[in-house]
């Protein structure tokens, strides 16, 4: 039988997750939808044969959804949430898991009195080939103690829904999850600086912006976040440690050599570029959410990285360095699958 399915949002991801859950994935039925945008849910509701919610509430509510996938704006996440955990409904949730670390707090400790893990938030870097291979490495002292990482997120361009917080708690959240990941830490300080303002940008985006994460153990993770390139959507990392680096390749699938040049592809945006990964996400949480739990990037994860965007804003407000302060981590989340990603190999990191 396959797993009936809520759907929270039907915006650009919305419709890319529905698509794959639909199309590409077996297992997984989506029997309602829900966007602020009635007609546009409507839309999608009468494609694929679901029934349309007024609000993400009534479609936590509806006996006939058994999961729930939060695809819609960041802002409105905790909410949901919160309600399918109240309804002990299995949840997908987008990042950020929520925009403030209060609201993260509320979620771990809802989730940690229930006693089990109903939350996989989607940071599906973990789930990429390339980043699932660097971590394998580094974690098997290929590199030896990582000392380093740098991260660079560059998007082509931004919708006009997105508002100057979101280069932090939307876009800089993937790349600071990414590196508590392959660096099996956390993150004790940062620091901000906004670069000269990319003149060809929007006048009140801080574009480009840089971060400087200090983590626990020592190592540093500086990170470029370009959200208006204009080029193409360019992800790179080098995780450097005491032996060796190790980093992600930037060539694109072929080098095209003509009239004199060589050239590549560059991904057009985030689906081309992690369309592995955002499948493997979901081959990940649709076994665990039929059996009623969840694995892979948890709440406690969410709850990190937003704490550490948050802190950000604060660095980059006040011009200062901001240290930042956890909450004890519940027992739940110790678990050996409990916050470091997905389990089994997708890639083998050996040779
Ligand atoms: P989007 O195209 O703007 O879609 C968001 C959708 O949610 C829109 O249809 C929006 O409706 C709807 N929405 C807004 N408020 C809502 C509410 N209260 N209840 C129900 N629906 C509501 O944005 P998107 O790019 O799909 O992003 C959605 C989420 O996915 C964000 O959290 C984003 O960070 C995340 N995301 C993740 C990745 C990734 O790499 N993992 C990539 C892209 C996006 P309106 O258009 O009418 O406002």
Known sequence: MPLKIGVIGTGMIGEDHIRRLTQVLSGAEIVAVSDVDARKAQAVADRIGARRHETGEALIADPNVEAVVIASWGRTHA?????AL?????????????T????????????AALGRRLVQVGFMRRFDPAYVAMQRLIAAGRIGTPLMFHSVHRNASVPPSYIPAMILDDTCVHDIDISRWLLAD?????????????????ADLADPTL?????????LVDIEISVQIGYGYDIRGEVVGETGTVALSTGSPVDLRSAG?????????????????????FRHWLPAAAA???????????????????AAARARDSGQTQTITMIDKPALYASPN????????????GG
């Open 186 to 202: 956390e993150v004790k300080a940062v620091t901000v600086k906004s670069a000269r303002r990319n003149s060809k940008g929007r």
């Open 292 to 310: 009623g739990s969840a694995t892979g990037p948890s709440c406690w994860d969410g709850y990190a990285a937003t704490l550490a965007t948050e």
């Open 211 to 219: 971060v400087l994460l200090e983590m626990a153990q020592g190592g």
């Open 86 to 98: 109240a309804a002990q409904k299995p949840v997908f949730c987008e990042k950020p898991l929520a």
């Open 338 to 349: 409990g916050d470091q990603g997905p389990e089994r190999t997708i890639f083998a990191a």
């Open 79 to 83: 909410a949901y949430v919160l309600a």
């Open 100 to 111: 403030s670390s209060a609201d993260c707090r509320r979620i771990v400790e809802a989730e």
């Open 261 to 281: 040049a060589v050239s590549g592809h560059v991904p057009e945006d985030w689906r081309e570029r992690f369309i592995t990964a955002y499948d493997e996400e």
